[in-house]
């Protein structure tokens, strides 16, 4: 396994160079995963997967109802069945856009080996190609989603109840009947501390037959919901609760041009390494020619007044 960092970059505990980095696409490809698939969150919400490749654009059903028009009738001998139709759902017409960075590393320092530099400089491609698809996803999700669940009490207060206000918030999902069921919380870093703290998740025996809480990397696992703690929530909205099986979708297309890796996988980006003859040096491009669609706004829910 590769692991990168500004002072110690390895593959299979051997240490390497500028040089045989950029001069090994795949491993280039290998380290830009392993930092952007750490922090992405936006596609754990939006689960559908849709290849667009060859056209660019889908058209989406959003808010389709789960139900027919007319309830059942009860059928005499030999009658025929009554039509029933669908609704009319709203059509929506979704295109992909391709979004990138470069970086240019001079001959004099593969020959100089500053691997230092080098690191920092794809530290931060990828930082900013993470943080901003996990934007794009949060930004729809937080504008789309229009439910709303009012906190019993601002969350910094002794009279707050974190855990009720989350459960409320479920409720007012599931009491819509269209077979929508949350399963996970997107909450910015203090008011997802607040939450796992007041309401003692920590604290709590495990069930029989496992452990009632699981904790890993950003994410903690609680009574079958999945707790995020992320900052590319937009402004004003501090815990979205969500059916991940319903919500959405990120659509991807294959647009070519001899990249390394797979265009539709959303925990990573696309790469290529390639010279700069009349520059002397080396360029590194990355990009995500991927697009986050929300099918089904009545699947999420946002809890207010917890700041």
Request: charged share 20%.
């Amino acid at each position: 396994m590769s692991t990168f960092s500004p002072t110690s970059p390895t593959v299979n505990g051997t240490k390497v160079t500028v040089d045989y980095l950029v001069n090994n696409p795949a491993l280039v490809q290998r380290v830009l995963r392993s930092l952007v698939q750490k922090r992405l969150i936006g596609a754990r919400f939006l689960t559908g997967r849709v290849d667009v490749t060859g056209s660019g654009a889908a058209i989406f059903e959003t808010g389709e109802s789960i139900f027919a028009n007319d309830v059942a009738e009860v059928i005499d001998e030999l009658s025929e069945y009554p039509l029933t139709d669908d609704g009319n759902p709203a059509l929506s017409v979704f295109t992909v856009d391709k979004y990138g960075l470069a970086t240019d590393v001079p001959d004099s320092m593969i020959r100089r080996n500053r691997i230092d530099v080098v690191a920092r400089k794809l530290v931060k491609m990828a930082n900013r190609i993470v943080y901003g698809f996990d934007s794009r996803c949060l930004s729809l999700m937080a504008s789309g989603i229009t439910q709303t669940q009012a906190a019993s009490a601002a969350w910094n207060l002794s009279t707050a109840d974190h855990l009720l206000d989350v459960l409320l918030a479920s409720a007012k999902v599931d009491e819509l009947d269209e077979g929508f069921e949350i399963n996970a919380i997107a909450l910015k870093p203090t008011a997802w501390a607040r939450l796992i703290s007041a309401s003692k998740i920590l604290a709590m025996q495990p069930r029989e037959g496992g452990d009632n809480a699981v904790m890993t990397g950003n994410m903690f696992q609680f009574a079958g919901l999945d707790i995020y703690r992320t900052n590319a929530l937009p402004g004003g909205v501090e815990v979205l609760m969500a059916d991940t099986l319903q919500l959405g979708s990120i659509m991807w297309e294959d647009q070519g041009g001899g990249y390394m890796g797979d265009a539709g996988d959303v925990d990573g980006v696309e790469s290529k390494v390639f010279r700069l003859e009349k520059q002397d040096g080396v360029r590194i491009q990355a990009r995500k020619a991927q697009e986050p669609v929300l099918q089904e706004p009545g699947a999420g829910i946002k809890v207010t007044g917890t700041a």
